[in-house]
């Protein structure tokens, strides 16, 4: 409803929009408003360096720059287009911010609780969900590559394809809740020394090329989702992150051939 009605849709557009759960609920949104109204409601604010936008955007009246002029500049920009679309920009009044510090509470201690309540399940479920796309990612792709649990590892899974081997690990230490859990994706050259696997002498020495960390966590009121600890804002449901992970270790193959 927000993004059928509203005069002008300013987008703050980096890699993970349209990845996550929710941006793309956005996308979708100003995607199907733009198929009948074209998309002169829109602002597109590149946040990241080259600035990009999406590749079906076809020629927006795009901000460029952020890091120069910065925020105070993408804000007038949008009211200045919130103005020629008939809108009236005005101040945020006490009741309303009152009202967004009172949802802010609210979700943070929503976060607070998940972690302390069924997120454990939720979390295991979702790691399962994880490995079977990738699964069945692997066997659409025509790749020679597999991903097999580890012996005797509880969570642990091994990825492989030419040139890399990729230990896809949940890591959990209580059962109840969250505290000192994460998702370690780490990719190496070869492969790397694990218990329950038997080791041959490699043929160049075996070093780790990537490490991603995941959190599992609440990303909004009944959404949970992995969250990315090295890079702020960037959020994944089990499908986005099952790809994304793939597409790293595919560049990382690629980039380290045997």
Known sequence: ???????????????????????????????????????????????????????????PRLYHGLERFGLDGAAAVIEA??????????????????NRFQRATALRSQKQQF?????????????????SIIGTEL????????????????D??????????ATINWRSRYANDLDESELVVAVYNGMPKLSG???FPAMRPVRQLASMNYDYALLRSGVGGYVDRQKVGMEFDPNALAKAVLKKVIDLAEANPR
């Open 197 to 199: 696997l038997n080791h």
């Open 156 to 165: 642990f899974y091994l990825l492989r394809m030419p040139g890399v081997v």
């Open 1 to 59: 409803m927000l993004y059928s009605q509203a005069r002008i849709v300013a987008v703050f557009y980096g890699e993970s929009w349209g990845k996550t759960p929710f941006t793309r609920i956005e996308e979708t949104a100003i995607r199907n408003r733009a198929f009948a109204e074209g998309f002169d409601f829109t602002v597109f604010i590149p946040t990241e360096k080259p600035p990009a936008t999406p590749k079906w955007l076809p020629k």
């Open 115 to 131: 972690r302390k309540s069924e997120a454990s399940v939720a979390a295991h479920g979702a790691f399962g969900d994880l490995i």
């Open 139 to 154: 066997g659409a792709s025509g790749l020679q590559a597999s991903i097999d649990a580890l012996r005797g590892e509880r």
């Open 81 to 98: 287009r919130i103005q020629e679309a008939g809108g009236e920009p005005s101040d945020e009044s006490v009741e309303d911010r009152a």
